[in-house]
């Protein structure tokens, strides 16, 4: 009998303990710049109140102009101050920067370009974490592009980023 007591006050030490160390999440970030595009969202917390974000996503660009014949791809990293605000409810923002790639292709005409770009971008959301592992944010991400290519298929080098993620933190 003791030895059941000892072993369920370790397993609820230590689901306490791991609750409590909660230092990642993963997830998806789904936003709207010029075309609809998921990305996997990464959160590493340094401290209580700052952490990394790192998203690498795929973006179908469609403007009018190019019919869906546009892809991007790009991986943005972004350092976050984050706010209590209360009961779960979290307020963030924070600067950041990536690198991307883009493809256009058009079958009907055969036309084809590809390129790089870089890419500056600020954040700033709000999130709410549930009692379970579970984290829902709504965050605004301007970008600005530095490429001449990109800039002139994605219609100018300034892009407002909309985006609804759902993560599981660990």
């Known amino acids: 009998m003791k030895k059941l007591f000892a072993t369920a006050f370790m397993l609820l030490g ?4 791991s609750q409590a160390q909660e230092k990642n999440a993963i997830g998806l970030r789904l936003g709207d710049n010029d075309g609809f595009g998921a990305e996997v969202s990464y959160q590493r917390w340094l401290s209580k109140t700052n952490r990394l974000e ?3 996503g795929w973006r179908n660009i469609n403007n009018g102009r190019y019919n869906n014949h546009f892809n991007a791809a ?4 972004i ?12 307020w963030y923002a924070g600067p950041g920067a990536g690198v991307g790639v883009w493809r256009y292709n058009d ?8 390129g790089s770009f870089l890419v500056l971008a600020g954040d700033i959301g709000i999130e709410y974490n549930f009692d379970f592992p579970l984290q829902l944010s709504l965050d605004f991400r301007p970008e600005i592009y530095f490429s001449d290519d990109y800039d002139d298929i994605n219609d ?15």
Not at 156 to 170: E, I, Q, T
């Open 14 to 17: 230590l689901a306490f303990n």
């Open 54 to 56: 790192a998203d690498l």
């Open 74 to 77: 790009k991986l943005v990293g």
């Open 79 to 90: 350092y976050q101050w984050v706010w209590d605000i209360d009961n779960g409810f979290k």
């Open 107 to 114: 079958n009907v005409n055969d036309v084809s370009d590809s």
């Open 156 to 170: 100018g080098n300034f892009g407002p980023d909309f985006g609804l993620s759902a993560r599981y933190r660990f």
